[in-house]
């Protein structure tokens, strides 16, 4: 077992195309519809965490959006991620970094996690990511955030993970972040099995 957690996403992202990830969604559908129920206007900054070769970036570009940043662990996936965007790649910020130690130079007015934030299962760094949004997100911002379910698997990747309610999401956030909508989605892998997500909006107070 590798114990740098960048090296065994690398590992993963190596030993895997995009589509055979037990993540991959060709449309991610739960996300965009999130992303246009905020109604924030095509210029809104937007930050994909651990976005990997997520096609989410694909269909906010599509959607109009001018403002996108990609960041991830791992400098191969977002690699991977503009090469299959080709000329649409240099319209996104791409930033190779470890969320947890990330330090944000500007704000963004929508934080989008899809299932990164379950495999911090040590909660000194699940306080980082946490102070890391809050230095991020600008006044009023919004969070939509997907974790495994209360009903999800209890490892991915042959990595542990916490599984998370909406409920004990919102206490993650604390108290200055109102909880808008959740919802229980279920996700086929590409090997055809099925996973609990639990999709979160939230929007800053303040
Ligand atoms: C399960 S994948 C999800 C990818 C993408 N969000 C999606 O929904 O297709 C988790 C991603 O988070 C990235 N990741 C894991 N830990 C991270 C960290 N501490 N900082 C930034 N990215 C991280 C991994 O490299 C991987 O791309």
Same mark, same amino acid.
């Given at each position: 077992m590798i114990d740098d957690p960048r090296r065994r996403w690398q590992l993963i992202y190596q030993t895997k195309v995009p589509s055979d990830l037990s993540w991959y969604q060709p449309i991610p559908q739960q996300s965009m519809e999130f992303v246009r129920s905020t /109604?924030? =206007? =095509?210029d809104s900054p937007i930050l994909d965490v651990g976005g990997g070769t997520s096609t989410f970036v694909d269909h906010l570009l599509a959607a109009g959006f001018t403002d996108i940043t990609v960041l991830d662990l791992v400098p191969a996936a977002l690699v991977e991620a503009e090469v299959r965007l080709g %000329?649409? %790649? /240099?319209r996104v910020h791409w930033i190779a970094e470890d969320i947890t130690a990330w330090r944000p130079v500007r704000r963004y007015r929508l934080w989008h996690d899809r299932a990164v934030f379950h495999f911090l299962v040590d909660p000194a760094l699940r306080a980082r990511y946490v102070d890391v949004l809050r230095a991020a997100l600008a006044a009023h911002g919004h969070v939509v955030m997907a974790t495994f379910g209360p009903?999800? =698997?209890?490892?991915c990747s042959g990595l542990d993970v916490k599984r998370y309610s909406a409920h004990e999401l919102s206490a993650v956030l604390g108290p200055s972040f109102l909880l808008v909508r959740s919802q229980i989605v279920e996700h086929i892998t590409p090997a055809g099995r099925t996973q609990e997500f639990l999709y979160g909006w939230w929007q800053a107070q303040a």
């Amino acid at each position: 077992m590798i114990d740098d957690p960048r090296r065994r996403w690398q590992l993963i992202y190596q030993t895997k195309v995009p589509s055979d990830l037990s993540w991959y969604q060709p449309i991610p559908q739960q996300s965009m519809e999130f992303v246009r129920s905020t /109604c924030l =206007p =095509p210029d809104s900054p937007i930050l994909d965490v651990g976005g990997g070769t997520s096609t989410f970036v694909d269909h906010l570009l599509a959607a109009g959006f001018t403002d996108i940043t990609v960041l991830d662990l791992v400098p191969a996936a977002l690699v991977e991620a503009e090469v299959r965007l080709g %000329a649409a %790649a /240099c319209r996104v910020h791409w930033i190779a970094e470890d969320i947890t130690a990330w330090r944000p130079v500007r704000r963004y007015r929508l934080w989008h996690d899809r299932a990164v934030f379950h495999f911090l299962v040590d909660p000194a760094l699940r306080a980082r990511y946490v102070d890391v949004l809050r230095a991020a997100l600008a006044a009023h911002g919004h969070v939509v955030m997907a974790t495994f379910g209360p009903n999800g =698997p209890t490892h991915c990747s042959g990595l542990d993970v916490k599984r998370y309610s909406a409920h004990e999401l919102s206490a993650v956030l604390g108290p200055s972040f109102l909880l808008v909508r959740s919802q229980i989605v279920e996700h086929i892998t590409p090997a055809g099995r099925t996973q609990e997500f639990l999709y979160g909006w939230w929007q800053a107070q303040a």
